[in-house]
């Protein structure tokens, strides 16, 4: 397929595809999905190999959230059973930590709910990360603490953060509809603050909220756009007692789909597949491993996932391999382009060498995608009693 061929050409010259070009793959047909995911996993071999990096979240302060986020189970108001519990003590989100370490992990993200951290639930999380960094040697940190306040990602980033995670979502056009106690522009305000402190950028997007392929499109763009680094796909949850909780809008298919035109777009970025994995994809989460270079071991904040052995059988079972600790997950341009960020301070990564596509002149009339009936599969769905914030084992 023309289309396909002129995407993986643009993906090996990290060169952005047309926007035409993005929304005709979220349109091909069930007849051409694996034709989508072998050329999107020709642009991640070429970038990542068949190495696939995991990520494992420690929640270190779970639900009575002020905000009003319409997909969160920790939202104000939300009737979701999920776990509540203030901040872990260090050693306790250590502990939680070294599960996934050992596990296989190479990266822990530190999750809190809020609007955004005061300084001294920063210096509380400064803690934390030293004393994660003390006990596993290698591993790299990623903070996910809400708005960010000046002078504060340069205050983790002294405490030894590598990372710092804030989804933009969805599309500005949207935004408001999810949320109104802040902005898509707050968002976005907060990952350029987390970038120019030198901390590598974490941002993604929530697919299955209702929105149009324009706004997957939208935001995908926009985090290109950002310098994300990785790029965390999550695939809407839509709990029980949330406002979305009606909103089953995927199937696998749609889902590889999305995931391959992430790929296409933001080709040489580690793309990550983040929750809803088990519940959406199912079955197809192999295939998925074709297209994205990461995922979560074990848990996430509020939902179980698979068995952690059952992560790690899959990935081998797909003829992938875990990423070690040594080897860097970005490919060499991308992490020159952050020294010389961090050099600089300008703290701008985008672009790498892309030049904006805008020609559709090559994009085929393709025909509609197959009519998708997503199903409700909220048997799948279970919320996390074990980890972080209980007496049970955690999951890695
Ligand atoms: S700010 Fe974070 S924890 Fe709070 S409702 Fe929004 S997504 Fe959930």
Redesign the pocket.
């Known amino acids: 397929m023309d289309l396909l061929n002129t995407l993986v050409e643009k993906g090996l010259r990290r060169e952005l595809p047309s926007r035409e070009e993005a929304l005709a793959v979220l349109a091909t047909s069930d007849d051409d999905l694996l034709d989508v995911v072998a050329a999107a996993g020709k642009v991640r071999r070429q970038w990542f190999g068949r190495r696939v990096k995991l990520n494992y979240l420690v929640n270190l302060k779970s639900g009575l959230?002020p905000?009003?986020?319409s997909y969160?189970s920790?939202?104000l108001g939300s009737k979701a059973e999920i776990l509540k519990y203030t901040w872990l003590k260090p050693d306790e989100a250590s502990q939680a930590a070294a599960a996934g370490v050992a596990g296989g992990a190479k990266r822990v993200c530190l999750v809190a709910?809020?609007?955004g951290p005061t300084d001294r639930d920063v210096d509380r999380v400064g803690k934390t990360i030293e004393a994660i960094k003390e006990q596993n040697e290698g591993v790299e940190v990623c903070a996910c603490l809400?708005l960010l306040s000046d002078g504060q990602a340069e205050r983790l980033r002294e405490a030894g953060a590598d990372a710092y995670n804030h989804n933009l979502n969805t599309s500005e056009g949207t935004y408001g509809d999810i949320?109104t106690t802040h902005t898509y522009a707050d968002r976005v305000d907060t990952v350029q603050k987390a970038h120019a402190a030198g901390l590598s950028a974490c941002s993604g997007l929530i697919a299955g909220m209702g929105e149009s392929d324009e706004d997957l499109v939208d935001v995908v763009y926009a985090l290109r756009e950002l310098g994300s680094d990785s790029v965390p796909v999550n695939f809407l949850i839509p709990f029980e007692g949330t406002p979305l909780a009606k909103e089953w809008n995927l199937t696998p298919q749609r889902c590889l789909r999305i995931l391959a035109m992430v790929r296409f777009v933001c080709p040489d970025v580690e793309v990550r597949i983040a929750g809803g994995r088990e519940v959406h994809l199912r079955s197809m989460q192999p295939l998925a491993l074709h297209i994205a270079n990461s995922i979560f071991l074990g848990d996430y904040l509020t939902s179980e996932g698979q068995a952690g052995k059952t992560d790690l059988d899959m990935i081998a079972d797909a003829g992938f391999e875990v990423e070690g600790t040594g080897t860097p997950t970005l490919p060499a341009h991308r992490v020159d382009v952050e020294r010389e960020a961090e050099g600089c301070g300008t703290g701008s990564s985008c672009g790498s060498g892309s030049v904006c596509g805008s020609s559709a002149a090559d994009v085929p009339a393709e025909p509609a995608a197959t009519a998708e009936v997503p199903e409700a599969r909220t048997d799948l769905v279970a919320v996390r009693r074990r980890g972080a914030g209980t007496d049970l084992a955690p999951n890695a």
Request: aromatic share 0%; charged share 35%; with cysteine.
């Open positions: 959230c905000e009003d986020c969160c920790q939202r709910s809020g609007r809400g949320t």
